[in-house]
């Protein structure tokens, strides 16, 4: 073998029986390879108890690649993340244990503003870092055992180990030290989502032995046995480069969970309100070995909420008696005609806020048949009225639920019965602000008695009732280019509508806003950031506008393809737009909260909508949106709500 390499020599040491030549012909030490070894009889004896320190690396990268480098699996499991704990966009969370970053990456890319990640790995975090920093996206990673990271106590809303990365210490204790951890970083009913496998299953179906090429240079060799106390499944990996030889000789090991051993645990713990929510199963690039990846549980669990200090100063009123729409009876405005799928999960999502607000106790009244007597029986301290589908789920009697409140002389959240039936009409509501300067669209009331109709000389027009809720009768069909299409539309809505007065308006083809208040007059306005509506992704062709489909039909392109983001407005604008909402808030005799939706012409003159007192409460809605933009979460919204109210009642009970 001929080849040259050099000597240091001056530090190297020569015998003076040495000669120069001697030195020159000393052959280079050979490559040290891995030590592997052989046949193992039994893996246990050679597992080391802290494998997990040296085992993430670009090698479990390259072996591993086919799941864990894998971008539907990760669009997968986030999306089961983010159903499972109800995640809000201003959330904190912890993705614990999370290698190279991917769900925090994901969580960043779909807009979530507080996310960190940590792990043991250097070599992980290192990688997760610079590929946040290579998509511009605002994470923070640290490297760190799970039994004892630093991080701030009590400030996660959310604590994630996804991707079966629990269970990895000799002894069981530890496992107990990470849940303690987390349950430290973790708000008062702060949520642990855990990614696990189902050790149950995974005792009858583990594969003991395989092979597979990873690449075209690289085979991996995998054993695997159950240990003695069948807690644990052990596995060998060797890795093999088809020119080098074997390149990894390593042992790992996860301990074995049943879904009743994991609950016991996590109540050892402290944790609470245990529920199992989905399977998943990876998928792999490679379709062959998927191991402890194959079938897991995704399981979420509450910390106690009475290790922190209640959320809010000290309320006028505590105990508060919530008001809903029935979902025993009919509603014509909702998909169907009843309350469904995405309704019960908005009332869960709800529940799940305002038990965050510890200040407070709450009961919900949604039976309409005996809320009357309900209400007398147990007098309300307070009533939150989240009531906006009106009285026996009818709009036009949604001034009905203030109205008997009234009557009861009980303190409530919201409008008055005089606003809510002013705001009903829109007719009304753009005469006002018509005589308040604020820019309002061309328009022609027609009353259902009417035989002829003044066409307004701008086309397209919108057509809509003069009354009603949540875009009833607004619909891709309102939007009309010519005088036909607008007659034969009016004809249609006269049919649908029987004795309701239409309006016929300048349809606005700019940009569309929402403003969002929160307060009362001389106790104090928050504005919300504006919203902007984003129609681009919509289909072309399709009027774009926010009807029926955009609210109540999750199949339609309306449902799923508009968007809504911050908008990016100047200040003027800005200053002018909450100009024009804090006086409509106030000349229409709007309380507590009230949004305002506005629209550009063809010119960019923005006009009025309509106003919306007691608007949509809901979690994926408007207000919502706006709050969030605020670095507001669902809770810190409805207790903004609350508090406003409640002020504005107090106030009210004060001696003049």
Same mark, same amino acid.
């Given at each position: 073998?001929?080849?040259?390499?050099?000597?240091?020599?001056?530090?190297?040491? #020569?015998?003076?029986?040495?000669?120069?030549?001697?030195?020159?012909?000393?052959?280079?030490? +050979?490559?040290?390879?891995?030590?592997?070894?052989?046949?193992?009889?039994?893996? $246990?004896?050679?597992l080391p108890a802290d494998w997990w320190r040296t085992l993430f690396n670009s090698i479990y990268l390259k072996t591993d690649g086919d799941v864990v480098e894998n971008d539907a699996n990760t669009v997968h499991e986030v999306d089961a993340l983010v159903h499972a704990v109800g995640?809000?966009?201003?959330?904190?969370?912890?993705?614990?244990c999370c290698g190279q970053g991917r769900h925090c990456l994901e969580l960043a890319k779909r807009g979530f503003r507080n996310v960190v990640g940590v792990d043991r790995s250097r070599y992980l975090i290192r990688l997760a870092r610079r590929r946040a920093k290579q998509k511009s996206l605002p994470i923070s990673f640290h490297e760190g055992d799970a039994r004892k990271f630093r991080l701030k106590e009590n400030d996660f809303h959310c604590v994630a180990l996804m991707g079966n990365s629990f269970g990895y210490f000799d002894r069981e204790e530890d496992d107990l030290t990470v849940l303690s951890a987390v349950k430290r970083a973790l708000t008062p009913g702060g949520v642990l989502a855990l990614d696990i496998v189902n050790g149950d299953w995974m005792r009858q179906n583990f594969v003991p032995r395989?092979?597979?090429?990873?690449?075209?240079?690289?085979?991996?060799?995998?054993?695997?046995?159950? %240990?003695? =106390? $069948?807690?644990?499944? #052990? %596995?060998?990996?060797?890795?093999?480069?088809?020119?080098?030889?074997?390149?990894?000789?390593?042992?790992?090991?996860?301990?074995?969970?049943?879904?009743?051993?994991?609950?016991?645990?996590?109540?050892?713990?402290?944790?609470?309100?245990f529920r199992e929510?989905?399977?998943?199963?990876?998928? %792999?690039?490679?379709?062959?070995?998927?191991?402890?990846?194959?079938?897991?549980?995704?399981?979420?669990?509450?910390?106690p909420k009475m290790h922190s200090k209640p959320r809010g100063s000290k309320p006028a009123f505590t105990e508060v008696t919530v008001l809903l729409g029935d979902p025993r009876l009919p509603d014509t405005c909702k998909r169907d005609g009843?309350?469904?799928?995405?309704?019960?999960?908005?009332?869960?999502?709800?529940?799940?806020?305002?038990?965050?607000?510890?200040?407070?106790?709450?009961?919900?009244?949604?039976?309409?048949?005996?809320?009357?007597?309900?209400?007398?029986?147990?007098?309300?301290?307070?009533?939150?009225?989240?009531?906006?589908?009106?009285? =026996?789920?009818?709009?036009?009697?949604?001034?009905?639920?203030?109205?008997?409140?009234?009557?009861?002389?009980? +303190? @409530?959240?919201?409008?008055?019965?005089?606003?809510?039936?002013?705001?009903?009409? $829109?007719?009304?509501?753009?005469?006002?602000?018509?005589?308040?300067?604020?820019?309002?669209?061309?328009?022609?009331?027609?009353?259902?008695?009417?035989?002829?109709?003044?066409?307004?000389?701008?086309? +397209?027009?919108?057509?809509?009732?003069?009354?009603?809720? %949540?875009?009833?009768?607004?619909?891709?069909?309102?939007?009309?280019?010519s005088p036909a299409e607008l007659l034969s539309r009016f004809e249609a809505m006269r049919n649908e509508f029987p004795g309701l007065p239409l309006l016929i308006q300048e349809y606005l083809t700019g940009k569309e806003y929402s403003v969002?208040?929160?307060?009362?007059?001389?106790?104090?306005?928050?504005?919300?950031?504006?919203?902007?509506?984003? @129609?681009?992704?919509?289909?072309?062709?399709?009027? $774009? #506008?926010l009807g029926y489909e955009s609210k109540w039909l999750p199949d339609s392109p309306y449902w799923t393809q508009i968007k809504y983001h911050e908008a990016d407005l100047d200040d003027d604008t800005t200053r002018r737009l909450y100009d024009d909402s804090s006086l409509l808030f106030e000349r229409l005799g709007c309380r507590d909260y009230a949004r305002f939706d506005y629209r550009a012409d063809a010119n960019g003159t923005i006009k009025l909508l309509e106003a919306n007192p007691n608007p949509g409460w809901c979690w994926d809605g408007k207000f919502n949106y706006m709050a969030g933009y605020a670095g507001m979460r669902y809770a810190d919204l409805l207790l903004a709500i609350l508090e406003a109210a409640q002020a504005r009642c107090s106030n009210q009970l004060k001696p003049i």
């Amino acid at each position: 073998m001929t080849g040259s390499f050099d000597v240091d020599v001056s530090r190297t040491s #020569i015998p003076s029986n040495k000669t120069d030549s001697a030195v020159r012909a000393r052959p280079p030490r +050979p490559p040290v390879l891995p030590r592997t070894l052989g046949p193992v009889p039994d893996l $246990k004896r050679h597992l080391p108890a802290d494998w997990w320190r040296t085992l993430f690396n670009s090698i479990y990268l390259k072996t591993d690649g086919d799941v864990v480098e894998n971008d539907a699996n990760t669009v997968h499991e986030v999306d089961a993340l983010v159903h499972a704990v109800g995640l809000e966009i201003n959330d904190r969370v912890l993705d614990l244990c999370c290698g190279q970053g991917r769900h925090c990456l994901e969580l960043a890319k779909r807009g979530f503003r507080n996310v960190v990640g940590v792990d043991r790995s250097r070599y992980l975090i290192r990688l997760a870092r610079r590929r946040a920093k290579q998509k511009s996206l605002p994470i923070s990673f640290h490297e760190g055992d799970a039994r004892k990271f630093r991080l701030k106590e009590n400030d996660f809303h959310c604590v994630a180990l996804m991707g079966n990365s629990f269970g990895y210490f000799d002894r069981e204790e530890d496992d107990l030290t990470v849940l303690s951890a987390v349950k430290r970083a973790l708000t008062p009913g702060g949520v642990l989502a855990l990614d696990i496998v189902n050790g149950d299953w995974m005792r009858q179906n583990f594969v003991p032995r395989n092979w597979e090429w990873i690449d075209q240079d690289h085979l991996v060799c995998r054993e695997r046995s159950i %240990s003695s =106390d $069948k807690q644990r499944l #052990i %596995s060998r990996e060797v890795v093999v480069h088809a020119e080098r030889g074997v390149i990894v000789d390593q042992f790992y090991a996860e301990r074995l969970y049943s879904r009743d051993g994991i609950v016991h645990l996590l109540e050892q713990a402290g944790f609470t309100d245990f529920r199992e929510h989905t399977t998943l199963q990876a998928e %792999s690039d490679r379709n062959y070995d998927l191991g402890m990846m194959a079938h897991r549980m995704l399981l979420t669990a509450k910390s106690p909420k009475m290790h922190s200090k209640p959320r809010g100063s000290k309320p006028a009123f505590t105990e508060v008696t919530v008001l809903l729409g029935d979902p025993r009876l009919p509603d014509t405005c909702k998909r169907d005609g009843q309350f469904n799928t995405e309704d019960f999960e908005t009332i869960k999502r709800l529940k799940d806020a305002v038990g965050e607000l510890t200040n407070y106790s709450f009961r919900y009244l949604d039976n309409h048949a005996s809320l009357w007597p309900d209400l007398r029986g147990s007098r309300p301290g307070f009533v939150l009225n989240l009531c906006d589908e009106g009285l =026996d789920n009818d709009a036009f009697k949604e001034l009905h639920v203030p109205a008997m409140l009234e009557t009861m002389s009980v +303190p @409530y959240s919201g409008a008055g019965p005089a606003c809510l039936g002013l705001c009903y009409n $829109k007719s009304q509501v753009r005469s006002i602000a018509e005589g308040m300067d604020v820019p309002v669209p061309l328009e022609s009331y027609v009353d259902p008695d009417d035989q002829s109709a003044t066409i307004p000389s701008i086309l +397209p027009a919108l057509l809509k009732p003069v009354y009603g809720d %949540s875009s009833v009768g607004i619909t891709a069909a309102s939007v009309v280019d010519s005088p036909a299409e607008l007659l034969s539309r009016f004809e249609a809505m006269r049919n649908e509508f029987p004795g309701l007065p239409l309006l016929i308006q300048e349809y606005l083809t700019g940009k569309e806003y929402s403003v969002g208040v929160i307060g009362n007059p001389g106790l104090g306005y928050q504005f919300l950031p504006i919203l902007e509506v984003d @129609y681009s992704g919509l289909d072309e062709g399709l009027p $774009k #506008i926010l009807g029926y489909e955009s609210k109540w039909l999750p199949d339609s392109p309306y449902w799923t393809q508009i968007k809504y983001h911050e908008a990016d407005l100047d200040d003027d604008t800005t200053r002018r737009l909450y100009d024009d909402s804090s006086l409509l808030f106030e000349r229409l005799g709007c309380r507590d909260y009230a949004r305002f939706d506005y629209r550009a012409d063809a010119n960019g003159t923005i006009k009025l909508l309509e106003a919306n007192p007691n608007p949509g409460w809901c979690w994926d809605g408007k207000f919502n949106y706006m709050a969030g933009y605020a670095g507001m979460r669902y809770a810190d919204l409805l207790l903004a709500i609350l508090e406003a109210a409640q002020a504005r009642c107090s106030n009210q009970l004060k001696p003049i």
